[in-house]
């Protein structure tokens, strides 16, 4: 799509992309431009002034002049030189480097930039000011006076996370003094004089922050402004282990560091303390980020436990289990189902497995074909069937940061109201849709992008059908002539004077009603927004979630898909309903229902391997073992043990029948023989990102591609669509499972989630009835609900809401007050 | 030198000097008599004449020339380096320490150890601070490296104890409350230098 070009950095030739930044060119090649505002991924900032450059002969700013053909680039002259030197004196005014209680201890940017540029004097000053660190939100923590106002957190916010709850706000300092616009450097005058007017304050004109607690804005600041409550002067950074690690909690699979140390003087135990993460490349939840202590603590092997374990594998029936397991779990449970003839049932992952055969017939392939990456790139993205703020963090930041990067437009069809999915773009249309009328939502996809010529008869004649031409009435702004006789005062004479004035007409036009709008729940002005929203597009990206492998018609529905992929030159990619669905459905051979003896494996059953601690044996959580995981851009990346562990874990199971190899991890290896996985040992295994932000964790799983089968998808069923009393299986942000539940620094509660209106209808305690089986639960009102469908969490395996739901995700029910 | 003159054997010929001595007396009364007139005689009393003079000036003057030891100590070098001491703030009487972890990084032995948290007062607090002096091998980093001289090394060299690894914790190596008046301020190892501040470049104040 860009071409490769050549250019000149200090004199010597380098290849990069055209309409590439000239710092990311650079980072790309390993040249080194210092830079501290500036945000991969995000748009510049221009805040700090220090990636100053010359490009033929002009001073530009590498972060936001992009590179040309044959550019010659010098990234310091002996003016820039002294420009950076100055920006980095104003920076220190105030802010000494003896920083003896900061939490950045050592990897703070602002230390290494002084020493870089050699700064060894102090020319400026001005009277400082006061200002109180403050608590923004349950988890983080904002200390003004160590904040140089690079911007970087309010970028990310803004760009990548889409909340922008924070902003700059005025910070009550002396004016500079306007000589020294005359004396210092422009550059760096200019920056003070936003710096010393500037702190960063909630968006939302309290002090408090509105947003999904991400973390994002801690993980991005280069000095030690901002950090999480519960990491705040507890340890300085070079104590910490870093262990790299893939985040277990959802199926972005993104990558981490946790960073460990023993828990106090008394206990030597190691503690996770925080999660980092490579925060160019990646961005992190809540969940990723302060959910990470849900280790199972275990003293010694339990050998007695473990007998009645081993005894109750030999005569289970089922097997029972969740997605949050590594890939070589699955694989141990396949070849135990293999052997014995066990049923392996995993609820989430059996509808998703079902979904991606019914998608791979038609389309030829094993597996979708884009991932959250391509994602990123397009510049039209459309969602359907995932609640965007809770499913999947990652595929809410990609949604969000097309709005914002790539002048993209969006479109979101989801039957719950969502007050924040529209501010991420002034070109997001979003239609709250009834649920079950995902087929509409996919055909009015195809009516809008589709080459026609591509399209089979059928389906042409079938979406002409929705087509109909109406007549409307609007109002029209034209411009009215109008000539009047004024009489000059002064004179006498009479002159004519013609003006132009606006005035309102009613005019009648043809319109072209789209029935598929209408019933999705659009306005009637659809047709000019949309045709907008194409103006200048060019890459197109399909996101799919949950709602669609759940749906009673899912066949069909992957049939839709596989035709929007081959007719629309659209991106397609699927969320994954859980952590590892996607290595599961690959894995394992799933049944739809348990039967006889249950051995639960994180989930209830007649024995309980638990890795919560309240299980017949206790096995590792996943910050305790090595294995893979696959994650939803395809991607099998390893993950590793960050807590001893001292108990059995599911390969000394294995082993007791018969099964076992001699580590987890030599499981690796043998995963290739599941399509599109490979034979690599874990070891061998990368877990981490290039300079130039190109992904190097784990490997790629192969989409072996084949004839692409007969593809006629049906035709939607209008009374599908639920009416009445709907109760929507979606767990709360930050909150994925038993585990992030389990994790200190994460609040969200069980309970019935509704906006705030249904909840103050609601009341504090509801029981819901599904039919078959009732729910207790209090109700929690969550404000960017809209709408009067209510959110019931699954995160609880306990609850056995994926039961009580059966194979739906929206259900008709019955909630009474309590 | 060389070594013949001791090589020859043959006395007589060398420099040797006879001492005059009275003849051995033969007689038991004549032993006798030499016993008593060798005791008696005033030497004895010439040799103890420094003694005495020595008992006197200790007993009636005051001049003593030893120290009582576990009641008396002598005064040691700024510069020795025994078990480590934590200064307070003159002024407020609080503790110097900041809690920067600077010690427990530098420390090569690996022995001292602190927990912090965020106090009340939006400050790093250190809730537990230990040295293993089992391990500590008083090289004096920790003093050296520490920004606030909060830790420094004392007098205090006597660690006999039953066993080896004793621990030390903050509060006991801290000045006591109402000792602060005697806190000395410490000019060993790792003090700022009598010419500190010719050595600094002043960073320039707007108020």
């Known amino acids: ?17 055209e309409g590439e930044y000239i710092l990311n060119a650079a980072r790309a090649n390993d040249i080194f431009i210092p830079a501290i505002c500036y945000l991969t991924r995000c748009s510049p900032t221009l805040a700090c002034r220090i990636c100053l450059v010359e490009a033929d002969g002009k001073r530009v700013y590498a972060c936001n002049a992009k590179v040309k053909d044959g550019m010659e680039v010098t990234t310091s002259t002996e003016e820039i030189l002294e420009e950076r030197r100055a920006i980095m004196e104003v920076y220190d005014v105030n802010h000494p480097l003896q920083c003896g209680v900061c939490d950045q201890s050592g990897e703070c940017e602002l230390q290494n930039y002084t020493l870089e540029l050699g700064v060894d004097s102090q020319s400026y000053m001005i009277p400082d000011t006061k200002r109180e ?13 160590l904040c140089i106002v690079c911007e970087r957190c309010t970028t990310v916010c803004k760009d990548m996370i889409g909340d922008a709850a924070i902003k700059t706000g005025p910070r009550g300092g002396t004016a500079l003094d306007k000589g020294l616009k005359d004396t210092m450097p422009k550059d760096a005058y200019a920056m003070w004089n936003k710096l010393q007017k500037s702190v960063i304050v909630p968006s939302n004109g309290t002090g408090q922050t509105d947003c999904s607690d991400c973390g994002e804005c801690v993980a991005v600041c280069p000095v030690g402004a901002l950090v999480s409550r519960d990491f705040v002067y507890t340890t300085n950074a070079w104590d910490l282990k870093r262990i790299p690690a893939t985040c277990a909690h959802c199926s972005s699979g993104c990558q981490i560091y946790y960073e460990t140390k023993p828990t106090s003087i008394e206990d030597s135990s190691e503690k996770i303390y925080r999660v980092t993460n490579e925060w160019n490349y990646v961005s992190l939840c809540g969940a990723g980020r302060f959910g990470y202590d849900f280790e199972n603590r275990v003293e010694g092997k339990d050998s007695e436990a473990f007998g009645s374990a081993v005894a109750a594998l030999k005569k289970a029936e089922t097997i029972r289990f969740n997605s949050v397991i590594s890939n070589e779990e699955a694989l141990m449970l396949q070849t135990f189902k293999e052997k014995r003839g066990v049923k392996l049932v995993n609820q989430d992952a059996y509808a998703f497995q079902k979904f991606l055969k019914a998608y791979s017939r038609p389309a030829g392939k094993l597996l979708y074909g884009s991932d959250f990456k391509e994602v990123m790139k397009s510049d039209f993205v459309i969602s359907v069937g995932s609640a965007l703020r809770n499913d999947n963090p990652n595929a809410r930041y990609a949604f969000n940061n097309v709005q914002k990067m790539n ?26 849709h009834k649920p079950g009328l995902e087929e509409a939502a996919l055909y009015l996809i195809l009516d809008l992008f589709a080459k026609k010529e ?28 109008i000539t009047e006789t004024v009489v000059d005062k002064e004179t006498g004479n009479a002159k004519e004077v013609t003006k132009k004035v606006p005035k309102m007409v009613e005019k009648e036009v043809e319109v072209e009603n789209n029935a598929l709008v209408t019933l999705l729940g659009g306005s009637d002005s659809f047709a000019d927004t949309f045709e907008k929203m194409m103006k200048k597009k060019e890459r197109f990206s399909l996101i799919v979630g949950e709602d669609l492998y759940f749906h009673p018609k899912a066949e069909n529905l992957a049939a839709l898909l596989a035709m929007i992929e081959s007719t629309c030159g659209m991106e397609v990619v699927m969320v994954p ?4 669905s996607l290595g599961v459905a690959l894995i394992c051979d799933l049944d739809e229902s348990p039967a006889g003896y249950t051995v639960g494996y994180n989930e209830p059953g007649d024995f309980v391997l638990s890795a919560l601690g309240d299980g017949d044996l206790d096995m590792p959580a996943m910050n305790q073992q090595e294995g893979t995981l696959t994650n939803m851009n395809k991607q099998v990346t390893p993950t590793n043990a960050a807590l001893e562990y001292h108990g059995y874990e599911l390969n000394d199971l294995m082993s007791a029948v018969g099964l076992g190899r001699h580590l987890t991890v030599d499981w690796t290896p043998a995963l290739a023989e599941k399509r599109g996985f490979q034979a690599f040992a874990f070891d061998d295994l990368p877990n981490g990102y290039s300079n130039s932000g190109e992904e190097q964790r784990g490997y790629a799983l192969k989409n072996p591609g084949k004839r692409a089968g007969n593809n006629m998808p049906q035709a939607f069923d209008e009374d599908m669509a639920l009416d009445g009393e709907i109760a929507y299986r979606c767990n709360p942000q930050r909150q994925f499972n038993d585990f992030s539940d389990k994790a200190h620094q994460i609040f969200e509660t069980f309970a019935l989630y509704a906006s705030p209106e249904r909840a103050e209808a609601l009341g504090e305690k509801v029981e819901v009835d599904f039919g078959s089986g009732t729910l207790a639960c209090s109700v929690v009102a969550d404000e960017r609900m809209e709408g009067d469908i209510v959110k019931i969490p699954d995160f609880k395996s306990s609850k056995d809401i994926y039961t009580l739901f059966g194979r739906d995700r929206y259900k008709n029910v019955t909630i009474r007050k309590v | 030198m060389s070594l013949e003159q001791f090589k020859n054997r043959n006395v007589g010929s060398q420099t040797y000097k006879m001492i005059e001595s009275e003849p051995t007396p033969e007689s038991g009364m004549g032993r006798f008599g030499q016993v008593v007139k060798r005791t008696f005689k005033g030497e004895l009393f010439v040799g103890l004449y420094v003694t005495m003079r020595e008992m006197i000036n200790a007993l009636f003057i005051g001049e003593m020339h030893t120290v009582k030891y576990p009641l008396e100590k002598l005064p040691i070098s700024p510069r020795y380096r025994a078990i480590h001491d934590m200064l307070r703030l003159l002024e407020s009487g609080h503790y110097r320490c900041i809690g920067c972890g600077l010690c427990e990084k530098i420390c090569i032995s690996d022995c001292i150890k602190m927990d912090t948290r965020y106090d009340e007062n939006q400050r790093k607090e250190v809730s537990e601070y230990t040295i293993n002096f089992g391990r500590c091998i008083f090289c004096g980093y920790c003093a050296e490296v520490c920004p606030e001289l909060a830790i420094v090394h004392g007098g205090r060299y006597e660690n006999a104890s039953e066993q080896r690894a004793g621990f030390s914790l903050f509060e006991d190596m801290l000045t006591p409350i109402d000792a602060l008046k005697d806190q000395k301020e410490f000019d060993g190892f790792g003090a700022v230098t009598p010419n500190a501040d010719n050595a600094i470049k002043k960073t320039p104040l707007a108020y």
């Open chain 1, 1 to 17: 799509m860009s071409n490769e070009i050549t250019i000149k950095i200090d004199g010597i030739e380098y290849k990069t992309q």
């Open chain 1, 133 to 145: 660190a403050t608590d923004w939100s349950s988890v983080l923590h904002y200390d003004p006076g």
């Open chain 1, 407 to 432: 002048k993209g437009a969006g479109l979101y069809f989801h039957p719950v109201g969502d007050t924040l999915v529209p501010t991420f773009g002034k070109n997001v249309e979003c239609f709250a």
């Open chain 1, 454 to 481: 591509d399209l089979p008869e059928k389906v042409v004649s079938y979406l002409d059908g929705f087509h109909s031409k109406g007549r409307k009435t609007i109002k029209e702004r034209v411009m009215e002539s």
């Open chain 1, 577 to 580: 309903p859980k952590t590892n």
